[in-house]
């Protein structure tokens, strides 16, 4: 069984620590659940960033990520969320690829109390059930009842 590719958008590439300490935890988790990852900081930053247009290189690479993947899990933590996670997710939506968002963050970005962050955000996920495919806590994601580990096993 080939392995769906999962690419993981988040901010914590910019942060040594992060990119040292936290984004490793969710590579390894989505890999353990038997995911491919296409983490963008890891994967496109071997571009020479003394040479002009580096930025657009870089954005276009992350965005074929984007496109070639089987879905997005996306880290929106953050008020807002990153900026370039939201142009990236718009992307997955727009595609139609599968979405996973994870938000550990307890701040609230809506005037909703149902739905924490900006209401467009929850268009590439099911209108019903879509907690399913929302995760909380880092734990969060290795729960077979959530709808990450069936889809990884379809």
């Known amino acids: 069984m080939t392995r769906k590719i999962i690419y993981l958008a988040s901010p914590y590439g910019f942060s040594k620590q992060c990119k040292k300490n936290i984004l490793p935890e969710?590579?390894?988790i989505l890999e353990g659940l038997g995911a491919e990852v296409w983490e963008p900081f890891s994967r496109n930053s071997q571009v020479?960033?003394?040479r002009s247009g580096w930025a657009h290189k870089i954005a276009l690479a992350d965005l074929q990520d984007v496109k070639s993947a089987d879905a997005i899990f996306a880290v929106v933590n953050g008020t807002p969320p990153d900026e370039g996670v939201m142009i990236?997710?718009?992307a997955a939506t727009a595609w139609g690829k599968i979405v996973f968002l994870f938000r550990d963050d307890f701040r609230k970005c809506s005037d909703s109390d149902e739905y924490p962050l900006n209401l467009m955000l929850f268009a590439g996920l099911p209108a019903s059930n879509w907690t399913d495919s929302f995760f909380?806590?880092?734990e969060?994601?290795?729960n077979p009842q959530k709808a990450l580990i069936p889809w990884l096993n379809s």
């Open 26 to 28: 969710f590579v390894e």
């Open 48 to 50: 020479e960033k003394a």
């Open 88 to 90: 990236e997710l718009g």
């Open 140 to 142: 969060d994601i290795s």
């Open 136 to 138: 909380t806590s880092i």
